[in-house]
């Protein structure tokens, strides 16, 4: 019914640059806050970054000046830039939407993508 596809994951050298893209698509009527999320294991899930359909941002203090989040509502789109990355950043990020569905219920509901594994070592 509605899915979110994150792609851009991967191996980057400390310092480097990362783009994450997460594809919302379905029976969708229309996407309110979107985020991104990371998980090492073993430890707890945590926010990277936010955005609000008009294009409200916050962002993590260990991610703040380093990463961008920003959407694009006619592609369903979510983005984010890293930039200066540290080995603590290694982490599955995950995409997450609250999104109001076109079938009934409509909700909204919370969606979340399948995450995508960024690795930052040299």
């Known amino acids: 019914q509605v899915q979110l596809v994150e792609s851009g994951g991967g191996l980057v050298q400390p310092g480097g640059s990362l783009s994450l893209s997460c594809a919302a698509s379905?029976?969708?009527?229309?996407?309110?806050?979107m985020g991104w999320y990371r998980q090492a294991p073993g430890k707890q899930r945590e926010l990277v970054a936010t955005v609000t359909r008009g294009g409200s941002t916050n962002y993590a203090d260990s991610m703040k000046g380093r990463v961008t989040i920003s959407r694009d509502n006619a592609k369903s789109t979510l983005y984010l830039q890293m930039n200066s990355l540290k080995p603590e950043d290694t982490a599955v990020y995950y995409c997450?939407?609250?999104?109001?569905?076109?079938?009934?219920?409509?909700?909204?509901?919370?969606?979340w993508g399948q995450g995508t594994q960024v690795t930052v070592s040299s």
């Open positions: 379905g029976s969708i009527l229309d996407i309110y806050n």
């Open positions: 997450n939407a609250n999104i109001l569905r076109s079938i009934i219920p409509r909700g909204p509901y919370d969606y």
